[in-house]
């Protein structure tokens, strides 16, 4: 069964350095989005894209988070100068079309920030 | 932001027994309502679905109630097994293609053998 790849599985940082956070979606899916879970929390919406550009992005997702892709393969979140407080789960979740209403999920990318 | 809430952090059930997990929703707008199962360590695995044109959807264990006029939804697995063993999160979006799941707080379930 295809599924959502999420690579590297943990990634730890220096507070200010960037990191990029890198997702496989399954073949043929159309919208792509990030979500992120501190520890403890809930899950939380950061960003959706779709058609090569962002559709929607939460209160979260400012000017130190971008999203790409690069090869219409992999899509890329990317955080410019981590924060202690960005350390959590990054998820990644696509979506086959408009009328398939359910996201898959990626397995997450745990980011630590010292 | 409390537009998906689920009040219950944890149930314990003996296997063999039914779970029901619970699940409250404020925002009209939302028409669409998922349940997601998560091990540790593992992203979000989507569970079952349904639309607000419904008031159940079964899946062989699974089966999910909505009661629109409450905005009231539940997870009911019967039997339990030790396997369903996980945190549930209950989400919804609005019906404009593409949009964000907005996710409640989830419920640890642990069924006892």
């Known amino acids: 069964e295809p599924e959502v790849t999420q690579t590297p599985s943990h990634q730890v940082t220096q507070m200010g350095q960037e990191v990029i956070l890198r997702c496989v979606p399954i073949?043929?899916?159309?919208?792509f989005y990030w979500y992120r879970q501190i520890l403890g929390q809930k899950v939380e919406f950061l960003v959706s894209?779709?058609?090569?550009?962002?559709?929607?992005k939460s209160e979260i997702f400012d000017d130190q988070f971008s999203v790409e892709r690069p090869d219409g393969s992999n899509f890329t979140l990317k955080i410019r100068s981590t924060k202690l407080e960005d350390s959590a789960m990054y998820f990644c979740?696509?979506?086959?079309?408009?009328?398939?209403?359910?996201?898959?999920f990626g397995p997450g990318t745990r980011l630590t920030v010292l | 932001d409390q537009q998906v809430k689920q009040n219950s952090p944890s149930l314990s059930v003996q296997e063999g027994r039914i779970s029901i997990l619970n699940c409250d929703y404020t925002?009209?707008?939302?028409?669409?309502f998922l349940w997601y199962k998560k091990y540790p360590a593992e992203g979000p695995t989507f569970l079952i679905s349904?639309?607000?044109?419904?008031d159940k959807n079964e899946d062989g264990r699974f089966t999910v109630f909505l009661n629109k006029s409450a905005k009231h939804l539940s997870l009911h697995i019967v039997p339990s097994q030790p396997g369903d063993s996980a945190v549930y999160f209950c989400?919804?979006?609005?019906?404009?293609?593409?949009?964000?799941?907005?996710f409640g707080e989830g419920t640890q379930l642990t069924v006892n053998p």
């Open positions: 979740a696509t979506c086959p079309q408009a009328t398939h209403n359910e996201q898959f």
């Open positions: 073949s043929n899916h159309l919208y």
């Open positions: 894209f779709y058609n090569n550009e962002i559709s929607e």
């Open positions: 925002n009209s707008m939302f028409d669409y």
């Open positions: 349904i639309s607000s044109i419904k």
């Open positions: 989400a919804a979006h609005p019906p404009t293609s593409g949009s964000r799941l907005t």
